[in-house]
């Protein structure tokens, strides 16, 4: 099982980025995908995920409205689209796949937030 995500970066504030996560080892439409952050000195955070089934999504408050999770099972990726970024953003973004009891972690990617 393999989870790899990429697309983080130094961005300005109100500035926008990607970030993709690329499945593999496991069959990608039986589980639900998750986005979370963590932030220096602060716990792992939801910040986006669609439910099992994959016909629904959450959103963290501090998020809603400015980020977007969406995924291509055919390309078993999911993908997190981040706009109106400001420094409480910053963190390592990592991509989480879950079923039942099973969950696993990609390695995260550092998002920067900064002027």
């Known amino acids: 099982v393999q989870l790899v995500e990429s697309g983080g970066g130094l961005v300005q504030p109100g500035g926008s980025l990607r970030l993709s996560c690329a499945a593999s080892?496991?069959?990608?439409?039986?589980?639900?995908m998750s986005w979370y952050r963590q932030a220096p000195g602060k716990e792992r955070e939801l910040v986006a995920g669609?439910?099992?089934?994959?016909?629904?999504?959450n959103y963290a408050d501090s998020v809603k409205g400015r980020f977007t999770i969406s995924r291509d099972n055919a390309k078993n990726t999911v993908y997190l689209q981040m706009n109106s970024l400001n420094s409480e953003d910053t963190a390592v973004y990592f991509c989480k796949a879950s079923r039942g009891p099973r969950g696993y972690w990609g390695q995260g990617t550092q998002v920067t937030v900064s002027s």
């Open positions: 669609f439910t099992s089934g994959g016909g629904s999504t």
């Open positions: 080892g496991f069959t990608f439409s039986n589980y639900a």
